[in-house]
């Protein structure tokens, strides 16, 4: 392997160190880290915050039964969440409407030792 090729081996290894330690970081801190915010961003989920804190990205959901989601609460951004029926007030997931019976789910990121 020549030197040329060494360096950007080193180079690649290390900025993916440095981004995984960043969001391991972020993590820890209970906050939503870089991956997640990729993952968002490509599957076209928009960005969430509610009462200040930007909510996990968590995937889709489909929903068949329709009846079992309820609205919880309106964004700051002003987009109407949902909840499953017969949570508690502060639900574990939090769903936002992303075609007919497709949501994007989210939840509020929380430090690991909070949990």
């Given at each position: ?94 769903y936002v409407k992303h075609e007919h019976t497709t949501f994007f789910r ?10």
């Open positions: 392997m020549t030197v040329n090729k060494k360096r950007w081996v080193v180079g690649i290894v290390v900025l993916l160190s440095l981004f995984v330690a960043s969001d391991l970081f972020l993590w820890s801190s209970g906050k939503v880290g870089i991956f997640n915010t990729a993952k968002r961003v490509l599957s076209g989920a928009s960005q969430v915050t509610l009462n200040g804190h930007t909510l996990s990205y968590q995937g889709k959901v489909d929903f068949i039964d329709i009846d079992a989601i309820e609205e919880y609460a309106t964004s700051d951004e002003g987009i109407p969440l949902y909840k499953a029926l017969h949570t508690p007030p502060s639900p574990p997931w939090i989210y939840n509020i990121p929380k430090a690991p030792w909070k949990i």
